[in-house]
């Protein structure tokens, strides 16, 4: 764990899985503009750190950066008995998901082992989660779980079993939560990211090349690209709804996608 920090946060802990150099670490840039206490966290515990110190250092805040592998029950126990000392936590960002290529794979030739590890990150992994910080919510009747979907989480596509299987069943345990905690004061919501997030302004072109956290499967149109920093904000508007309005899931696509 690396702290990087100037004042306390009088709010509770907002802690974002799966922080890459997209929507991840534009999530918890947020997070701590808005003056959360922020841990972030995914295996690249180096880069991890780098984000750190950027993000405390352009908002002022506290930042931690926490090593976890989302696929593995122990890891995230650790990961959260971190998270978890450092405060309650009011907030929970599930961005993990296990990458895959843009290219589909016939189904005959998928291996069952990277079948079992896209379905361990993109649904055990945030059942895991879930789990760590669900009873501090429940006590304090108050918490937010925002769930990070794609295009892959309503539609089968052809070539990407590994990624819709994770995705489809991410969505269940979110309708299932939310249907079972929203009553107890904790807002449940998927989030679908329909298209390709973009880097973030000012990105680097190393940056640029490379893939993002989440992603809908098939390809990289410049024209479906989302702004990272735009999606955040949703993100955050998500958290703060009022409970007699809350959002259950939202879509999130570029203006000039077409419908068919």
């Known amino acids: 764990m690396r702290s990087i920090a100037s004042s306390a946060s009088s709010r509770g ?6 922080v890459g150099p997209k929507l991840g670490r534009s999530i918890a840039r947020k997070f701590a503009h808005e003056g959360y206490t922020v841990a972030i966290l995914a295996r690249d515990l180096g880069r991890l750190s780098r984000f750190a110190d950027e993000i405390a250092r352009e908002e002022k805040a506290q930042v931690f950066a926490i090593r976890i592998d989302c696929s593995d029950s122990r890891s995230v126990r650790e990961a ?25 794979t016939n189904f005959a030739d998928i291996r069952l082992d990277t079948f079992e590890k896209s379905l361990a990150v993109s649904s055990v992994g945030a059942f895991h989660c879930a789990q760590q910080v669900l009873p501090g919510m429940v006590e304090r009747g108050k918490g937010t779980i925002l ?13 990407y079993a590994e990624l819709c299987c994770g995705k489809f069943a991410l969505r269940g345990l979110s309708q299932c939560m939310a249907r079972e905690f929203q009553p107890l004061g904790v807002h ?11 880097p973030p302004r000012g ?39 009022d409970r007699t ?6 879509d999130l696509r570029p203006s000039n996608t077409r419908f068919f």
């Open 147 to 159: 769930f990070t979907g794609c295009s892959a989480s309503l539609n089968g596509i052809p070539g």
């Open 188 to 198: 449940v919501a998927h989030v679908i990211i329909d298209g390709v997030v973009a």
């Open 203 to 241: 990105a680097s072109t190393s940056q640029r090349s490379s893939v993002g956290e989440q992603q809908s499967g098939g390809g990289g149109d410049s024209s479906m690209m989302l702004d990272p920093d735009a999606l955040a904000q949703t993100y955050w508007h998500l958290h703060i709804q």
């Open 13 to 18: 802990i907002a802690a974002i899985v799966g």
């Open 80 to 104: 959260f008995e971190g998270v978890l000392s450092l405060g309650f936590v009011e907030v929970l960002v599930y961005n993990a998901y296990q990458p895959v290529s843009w290219h589909p």
């Open 245 to 250: 309005a809350w959002t259950q899931e939202i």
